[in-house]
């Protein structure tokens, strides 16, 4: 897995997610939110970068208040979750770093340090499942003949896939042994994409559904024939989604049908829950938050952040919408709330790289 200058190679990053609270919540204003939520390209320390928490994009410009430094201490911090992706590139010559270097694609991996390595599973572009032990000189294919994978995700020690009729599947990568696979749910058909969440100690499988064509809030006419002949222009957006949990005795996918304090992120490369009452904000529960670039604002919004490929789907009533649309949404991501902020605008060059040196620690 090494890489060299002017070669092809794959490297493996990880980006961890933080929910930063505000140091005194008594005097905050009431339309300010309390918590932030944040992902950390640490990939070159001193070029650190702030990241949409469930997609790659980076969030930028900085405000102009924007501390210097932001030291972890004087905020309660809670870590989400890790994020590991393998991305496979080829340096150019100049490149520094991999965030400069050509990255034909990156897809998520699921990760399982040992005492000796690690052991990391992901999907290849074909679909199926192929593994890598740290050590090692090549990948290794570990169902040749299922269908396309979705997932894979780490849960209790132990490697779960699920692939596109909702097949879940635990892999047993033990060292020295031929790499198995057990069947712990029979497939669920319906939904285009398949997702693993692990919260509140469940295995969650979140059934993605999508729909193809014009949107009227887009500006788009269905009368209009030019739609009807090229239709290439007509837009991927999701409809709905479907939870359910894993019952691994009975070797079924259940149904939930409420996610009650419970709020699943769905990003392009991590998948975690949090508990509204972690939160202490003005967000319920019950709904899933997803990266999809349908609700990309194209709108001019004076320079800040407004929904970014972020939807929002309600649980108890089946709306969907962009994140703009649901009242303190938004907040946990952009603009850095006014506890963070300082009340005059500073020089914020060199910002993120002082950011690593107090998060590296966590």
């Known amino acids: 897995m090494s890489i060299t200058e002017d070669s092809w190679g794959f490297k493996l990053s990880k980006s961890p997610l933080y929910l930063l609270r505000s140091p005194n919540q008594t005097n905050q204003l009431s339309n300010n939110n309390h918590v932030w939520m944040i992902k950390l390209d640490r990939e070159n320390p001193q070029r650190m970068r702030l990241l949409n928490p469930i997609s790659r994009s980076q969030f930028k410009p900085l405000p102009l208040n924007f501390p210097k430094i932001l030291d972890s201490s004087q905020y309660p911090i809670l870590k989400l979750c890790q994020e590991y992706t393998i991305q496979f590139i080829k340096y150019r010559p100049t490149a520094t770093s991999i965030n400069d270097a050509g990255n034909l694609y990156m897809e998520k991996v699921a990760v399982r340090l040992e005492n000796d390595g690690f052991v990391i599973l992901t999907i290849h572009v074909s679909g199926k499942l192929i593994m890598y032990r740290s050590g090692g000189s090549e990948w290794e294919i570990v169902d040749e003949l299922s269908l396309p994978y979705d997932d894979v995700i780490m849960k209790d020690g132990n490697f779960y896939a699920v692939d596109n009729t909702g097949k879940g599947v635990v892999v047993n990568l033990s060292c020295g042994v031929t790499p198995e696979l057990k069947v712990v749910a029979n497939s669920v058909f319906g939904g285009d994409k398949k997702f693993l969440i692990e919260s509140c100690?469940?295995?969650?499988?979140?059934?993605?559904?999508?729909?193809?064509?014009?949107?009227?809030?887009?500006?788009?006419?269905?009368?209009?024939?030019?739609?009807?002949?090229?239709?290439?222009?007509?837009?991927?957006?999701?409809?709905?989604?479907?939870?359910?949990?894993?019952?691994?005795?009975?070797?079924?996918?259940?149904?939930?049908?409420?996610?009650?304090?419970?709020?699943?992120?769905?990003?392009?490369?991590?998948?975690?829950?949090?508990?509204?009452?972690?939160?202490?904000?003005?967000?319920?529960?019950?709904?899933?938050?997803?990266?999809?670039?349908?609700?990309?604002?194209?709108?001019?919004?004076?320079?800040?952040?407004?929904?970014?490929?972020?939807?929002?789907?309600?649980?108890?009533?089946?709306?969907?919408?962009?994140?703009?649309?649901?009242?303190?949404?938004?907040?946990?991501?952009?603009?850095?709330?006014?506890?963070?902020c300082s009340p005059q605008p500073i020089d914020v060059s060199g910002v993120l790289s002082l950011i690593a040196f107090t998060l590296l620690m966590l």
Request: proline residues 4%; negative net charge.
């Open 201 to 340: 100690g469940e295995l969650l499988m979140v059934d993605k559904y999508l729909s193809i064509g014009p949107e009227d809030d887009l500006g788009y006419n269905e009368n209009i024939g030019f739609y009807e002949e090229f239709d290439c222009y007509m837009s991927e957006r999701t409809v709905k989604f479907k939870v359910y949990k894993l019952d691994g005795d009975m070797q079924r996918w259940v149904e939930v049908t409420s996610l009650e304090d419970r709020m699943l992120f769905v990003g392009d490369n991590c998948t975690f829950s949090v508990l509204v009452s972690e939160l202490d904000s003005r967000c319920k529960g019950n709904c899933i938050l997803f990266a999809d670039q349908y609700f990309c604002s194209t709108e001019d919004d004076g320079g800040l952040w407004k929904n970014h490929g972020i939807g929002v789907f309600s649980l108890e009533n089946g709306s969907i919408g962009p994140v703009s649309n649901y009242h303190g949404y938004a907040e946990l991501f952009w603009p850095p709330p006014l506890w963070i």
